[in-house]
């Protein structure tokens, strides 16, 4: 037999043989290296690379990497490719001249705001293909592009005959940049005309299709309109209801068209509890409790569920429906208790009170019952307080949230220190969404020490003080800690008695507002105005000088320190008075980012008897300051000067607080 070897030779030969990776040659480019191309097209020359040189493999490369140059805004490079070996490719770049996004200016958009967002939509397609490279690249058809996400904006604003136009392009040969001058002509706005609906109307539904009558036909409210229908039918337990929308335009109208179909309406026929370890479940039953029984209202249901997680005993919330029979349904309400205890400490400074620190304990889910305790101290250069707190966010499963407060409070005030230490209780009320009722009821000791002021101007100096608060508030602001826009209005109540070596009794009424308005970009306007009085009502006509009124500071008229505003004593002390009030207007300006410019004018009185009350004479200040709005309210440094100056008023005064000023 002869030997095999050459056969077997032969057949191992191809397996030992080592495939070699094709090379890709890029010669010829100016202005982007070899490394810059061929990293921005990643593996999309792997299927090249792992296989032989061929012609439509080189054809292959060349265009991927024409493609990558137009996007880099070489809109007339040209290549030429060559195989060299079966492992080598060359490709020759003629770059040509490059192309580069330079200014953009919109020509017929006064709204700051709305220039800025057309720009941006402008260079948006180019903006995003800069990654990697210098500058923004511009490539064929990016204008076209942008002018067709301009227009879709425009007409999310109603402006649906809007036209848009390159009215210059202007190529800059030294820079390869290219100044676009875009002319808009915004038309007509379009409004929305009296909505239409083919199916059973469910309540409400009316007032919510004419909620936007006449108001511009803007993508944002005719989307607001499709949720507030589909919200009527939600509340009144179709939750399943297909609500769909067509849009008729003519001229410069648009009419929303509603199909409905309803479904079946769902009747709450049980709820479960899952999840509670240390809850009592009967304190959450009780609170849904008025949903059983009746067509499920989506709303009202929504609002209960954050109602339970707003308590801060419950890292989350789930609710599933399950069907027992037809048109009834049980609600599994599935919670994850949170970590509801823990020790808090803050650190802060005020103008008036100096360096304050404090530290607390909590409890969000006391006892297992969704109470809320809160224990902790306050301590400033000026202040020591330490108070015990419990409260309980739905008083038997209702409406009504109350709280009751142990407290004591030392504090230093010019011309006199305060002890005081009590107990008090409360309740609120919310009868509307923007409508409150708070009732409380109270009592303290008082002990007053003089300290630069005479016996005589102190008045009682050691008394105890029950009293009786009712107030009521509509708020229409839309946040009550940083508000933009909207009004408030609050009437606050107080009767009370002093009761010392001489008692007396009295009452305490005012009313508190604000509005606020925002104008143009970032800007603001907002109004406020407060007025109190303190009527002596039996007994010593001379209040003790704690429960009387002050003027000045932070809040009120800011060219005077806390609390100085008003009748003076002889040894140079403010004494207070029995009727106040402070008129405030002022204008801010974002900057960037949270800060805000702050330019304001107040105005303020305090007289000592409530009999003389008026507004003559009043002490007027105008200043500046800067603003930092964070979540918890704005951190406020400011400068009042004193406009009306008389006797020994400061000429001005700083301010830095935390906090709305009205």
């Not at 109307?201 to 309109?225: D, I, K």
């Not at 179709?238 to 109208?253: H, K, T, Y």
Request: with cysteine; glycine share 10%.
């Amino acid at each position: 037999m002869k030997p095999s070897l050459p056969i077997t030779a032969a057949l191992l030969l191809p397996l030992c043989a080592i495939a070699k990776d094709t090379e890709i040659r890029v010669i010829g480019a100016k202005s982007i290296s070899e490394g810059e191309l061929l990293s921005a097209l990643a593996g999309r020359l792997d299927h090249i690379r792992n296989n032989p040189a061929t012609p439509p493999r080189a054809a292959d490369a060349a265009f991927l990497i024409e493609q990558t140059l137009h996007n880099a805004g070489f809109n007339q490079a040209t290549l030429y490719w060559k195989i060299l070996s079966p492992e080598l490719i060359q490709i020759r770049i003629e770059e040509g001249p490059r192309d580069l996004l330079g200014s953009i200016e919109v020509l017929g958009i006064p709204n700051k705001h709305l220039y800025e967002t057309l720009v941006d939509l402008f260079k948006l397609r180019p903006s995003q293909r800069a990654t990697g490279f210098s500058d923004i690249p511009l490539e064929e058809g990016d204008d076209e592009e942008g002018m067709a996400l301009m227009q879709r904006q425009m007409q999310s604003l109603g402006f649906y005959h809007s036209k848009i136009s390159v009215a210059s392009r202007t190529n800059n040969p030294d820079t390869g940049k290219v100044d676009f001058v875009i002319k808009i002509d915004s038309g007509p706005m379009a409004v929305i005309a009296p909505p239409q609906l083919e199916g059973q109307m469910a309540p409400g539904t009316r007032e919510a299709l004419t909620s936007v009558t006449g108001q511009p036909a803007s993508t944002a409210n005719l989307n607001l309109l499709r949720s507030k229908v589909e919200q009527t039918y939600q509340n009144e337990g179709f939750l399943r209801a297909e609500v769909r929308m067509r849009l008729d335009a003519w001229d410069n109208q648009v009419r929303p068209q509603f199909t409905v179909t309803e479904g079946e309406q769902l009747i709450l026929h049980d709820i479960r509890i899952a999840g509670t370890e240390k809850t009592n479940p009967e304190r959450i039953t009780i609170r849904l409790q008025d949903l059983k029984g009746v067509p499920i209202d989506g709303n009202l249901a929504r609002d209960r569920i954050s109602d339970l997680v707003s308590t801060g005993a419950f890292s989350s919330v789930r609710t599933d429906l399950e069907n027992v029979a037809p048109g009834q349904v049980d609600a599994l309400i599935t919670i994850a208790e949170a970590d509801a205890r823990g020790i808090s400490t803050h650190v802060g400074f005020d103008s008036y009170e100096g360096a304050l620190v404090g530290a607390g304990y909590y409890d969000r889910n006391l006892w297992g019952r969704i109470l809320n305790l809160s224990s902790g101290f306050e301590a400033s250069q000026r202040s020591l307080l330490g108070e015990v707190s419990i409260s309980d966010p739905w008083i038997r499963g209702s409406d009504l949230s109350g709280k009751v407060r142990l407290f004591a409070n030392t504090r230093d005030n010019e011309g006199y220190d305060v002890l005081r230490m009590g107990l008090e209780g409360g309740v609120v009320w919310p009868i509307t969404e923007a409508y409150d009722l708070e009732a409380s009821i109270g009592w303290s000791y008082n002990h007053l020490t003089e300290d630069g002021l005479f016996p005589s101007e102190l008045g009682e100096t050691s008394y105890q003080n029950p009293f009786i608060r009712l107030s009521q508030k509509l708020d229409h602001r839309d946040n009550p800690v940083l508000p933009t826009k909207g009004w408030h209005i609050e009437t606050p109540l107080e009767l009370g008695a002093a009761i010392g070596n001489e008692s007396s009794s009295y009452a305490k009424l005012g009313v508190e507002s604000s509005y606020h308005h925002p104008i143009g970009s970032g800007g603001q306007l907002s109004l406020g105005f407060r007025n109190h009085l303190l009527i002596p009502l039996s007994g010593a006509d001379r209040l003790p000088i704690d429960l009387r009124l002050f003027n000045g500071g932070a809040r009120s008229v800011r060219s005077f320190r806390e609390r100085e505003l008003g009748p003076w004593s002889y040894t140079g002390y403010p004494v207070g008075g029995q009727a106040s009030w402070v008129a405030n207007v002022e204008y801010s300006q974002l900057i960037a980012g949270p800060m805000r410019a702050v330019a304001f004018v107040d105005a303020g009185g305090l007289t000592r008897k409530w009999e003389d009350f008026g507004f003559d004479d009043p002490k007027i200040a105008i200043g500046l300051g800067l603003r930092l709005d964070l979540p918890i309210g704005p951190v406020r440094f400011e400068y009042g000067h004193n406009l009306t100056r008389d006797g020994h008023d400061p000429s001005g005064t700083f301010h830095f607080a935390i906090g709305t000023a009205f």
